[in-house]
């Protein structure tokens, strides 16, 4: 097998997106030739260990168009030279039609830039995410011919447009997605079914690996591990922390950023628990880690905001349950596919601030229902959510594609 893999990413290195570092630093232990294009540049003050070991050259594609006039003039000229550009160029004005956004032209100068610029020895083109990436990916293939490939994830699939996710999928390979609810949606969509395959990332334990013992905290210390947006429901979980016993003495430490920052100090301020609260904002694995060791429960409130987005298979509850922490979540997206109520971790509604308090209350005052959930959460996913079954998966796409 010879040539590269070109992997297009909406921005890279991310630390919300450990899942895709890890997926391509073992494709390259494999043995394939992976090239990084991303569209956007990094924001994250941190990285993650594993961006450190990936050998994979990075690209960045101009953000915006006008900041890099010359590049995009000469991407122009040179794709309009290949025999697909006149195909594309109409697919993307009949885009533009039914979504007149500057996003959409920004897609178009972008992918002619890659066909442009991506090495000559590129055999495939795969896009993490059927939004804007597989957008460029797109219109990258109907000008140069390349064929291409997709990983979708959630907000992806929930907040793009039917006619779009018909259009890219009659168009790629193959697609893989890693929940249950995102396989059956796209399934339905494609003209050729068996073009959608369910394949969950997992967990690479050689990163999280089996904790030390530990006691319980005289204080109970809950953790969530998120960014702080709208499907995440952080003011669900803070309304449900505000109507906890007076007499249960908790502490909250939450990791991640976010443009909801400070409407939620702003509203624990108002229901009173802001002292409770550590906000310790974007941290690197190696930190999350060591929190993940330390605290007795974790807590993820996710919900389907307003404009559709929403959680696929949160990679946090797998990190937390590899640490043998109980978990508690809602009952929505690919989270039932990970969690068993009262099994392995206890469901509720989401948006239901009484029933997550109930929850969080039930297992703070029953230490041994707690360790019985985070003991079962440990053995089924390390039992099933290993990554090594989905690399096997992605691995024999991209060798069979040529």
């Not at 294009?37 to 990285?47: E, G, M, N, V």
């Not at 997709?150 to 697609?175: F, G, N, Q």
């Not at 796209?186 to 013992?213: C, I, N, Q, T, W």
């Not at 809950?222 to 952080?234: D, E, M, N, P, T």
Request: hydrophobic share 45%; charged share 25%; with cysteine.
């Amino acid at each position: 097998m010879t040539g590269k893999i070109v992997f297009l990413l909406k921005g890279y290195p991310r630390l919300s997106e450990t899942f895709i570092a890890q997926e391509i630093l073992a494709l390259e232990k494999r043995g394939l030739a992976i090239e990084i294009w991303s569209l956007r540049f990094p924001t994250d003050k941190h990285r993650h260990p594993v961006h450190g070991e990936i050998r994979a050259p990075i690209r960045y594609l101009p953000e915006y168009l006008y900041q890099a006039p010359f590049r995009v003039l000469r991407g122009l000229w040179r794709a309009s030279r290949k025999p697909g550009f006149g195909r594309a160029f109409k697919q993307w004005l009949r885009d533009l039609r039914r979504d007149p956004t500057p996003n959409r032209g920004r897609r178009f100068g972008q992918a002619c830039v890659l066909v442009a610029e991506m090495p000559a020895a590129t055999r495939r083109l795969h896009a993490h995410f059927l939004h804007t990436p597989a957008s460029v990916a797109y219109y990258a293939h109907l000008i140069a011919g390349t064929p291409w490939s997709c990983s979708a994830h959630a907000k992806d699939i929930w907040t793009s447009p039917d006619w779009e996710k018909r259009e890219k999928l009659a168009s790629l390979d193959w697609l893989v997605t890693c929940t249950a609810g995102g396989h059956a949606h796209l399934m339905g969509l494609s003209a050729d079914p068996a073009k959608v395959a369910l394949v969950y990332h997992g967990l690479d334990f050689a990163r999280f690996p089996e904790p030390p013992a530990r006691t319980a905290n005289a204080r109970p210390e809950i953790l969530s591990v998120g960014r702080l947006v709208a499907k995440k429901g952080y003011p669900t979980l803070l309304m449900a922390l505000a109507r906890l016993p007076e007499a249960c003495d908790w502490h909250l430490t939450h990791i991640g950023g976010g443009p909801l920052e400070g409407e939620l100090k702003g509203l624990a301020e108002t229901l009173g628990i802001a002292q409770r609260i550590d906000w310790l904002g974007a941290q690197p694995q190696e930190r999350v880690l060591a929190v993940y060791r330390q605290v007795d429960l974790f807590v993820l409130a996710a919900q389907v905001a307003a404009d559709g987005d929403r959680d696929g298979l949160p990679n946090v509850l797998m990190e937390a349950q590899s640490q043998r922490v109980a978990c508690i979540a809602s009952n929505i997206s690919g989270i039932p596919e990970l969690i068993v109520d009262h099994e392995t971790g206890l469901l509720v509604p989401p948006e239901d601030a009484a029933a997550l308090a109930a929850a969080i209350t039930r297992l703070i005052d029953d230490p041994a229902l707690r360790q019985r959930l985070a003991d079962a959460g440990f053995s089924r996913v390390r039992a099933r959510f290993a990554m090594e079954a989905g690399i096997d998966d992605l691995e024999r796409r991209f060798r069979a594609g040529g």
